[in-house]
């Protein structure tokens, strides 16, 4: 009778293989201008904790994730149709595929421009999918949001059929 043949056995403390010299690319310039002016267009629109993620390294099918919270449904989807209405006036074309556009009740809102994919949650989604998480490894884009302008709110008094009594709220700095 034969022996039966055993498979090999390795040691699980074996360092894990280079990585392959083929995955190693850096996104285009043009890619990296457009991932930092989505940003910037979703800060401008109060959308919070702006994150972007460069996976060119690890991913084939994309360059840049942009993760980004926003307060309601509402406020993502009106985010991802600006979106997408610049971006075809920039690029031609529009994108590729979307999630999270055809219901009220989605709490995810994710739009993909071929090498930019923007993922918009709400706080619990956001927290609940954890993708700075899931792709901790990769590099972030460095992207400072803009400093917040506080407009400070005065009321006016204003002129009515009684006299000068009716508060009128105004957006204009005092004049001292």
Same mark, same amino acid.
Request: glycine residues 18%.
């Given at each position: 009778m034969r022996p039966i043949p055993r498979p090999e056995t390795f040691d699980l403390s074996t360092p894990a293989p280079a990585p392959s010299k083929r995955l190693q690319r850096t996104p285009a310039a043009a890619t990296r201008a457009l991932a930092l002016q989505i940003a910037q267009? /979703? %800060?401008e629109h109060q959308a919070k904790d702006i994150v972007i993620l460069d996976v060119a390294s690890t991913l084939v099918i994309s360059d840049y994730f942009v993760v980004a919270t926003v307060q309601s449904t509402r406020q993502g989807q009106a985010l991802a149709k600006e979106l997408d209405v610049e971006h075809k006036a920039l690029r031609g074309r529009r994108r590729h595929n979307t999630g999270g556009l055809e219901t009220e009740n989605s709490n995810w809102v994710l739009l993909d421009f071929d090498d930019i994919i923007v993922h918009l949650f709400l706080p619990e989604a956001r927290a609940y999918y954890a993708l700075e998480d899931l792709w901790a490894d990769a590099p972030r884009l460095p992207f400072t949001p803009a400093k917040k302008q506080v407009v400070e709110r005065i009321e006016v008094r204003q002129p009515? /059929? %009684? #006299?000068? #009594?009716?508060?009128? &709220?105004?957006?204009? &700095?005092r004049d001292e």
């Open positions: 267009r /979703l %800060d009515t /059929l %009684d #006299g000068f #009594g009716a508060f009128q &709220p105004g957006d204009s &700095p």
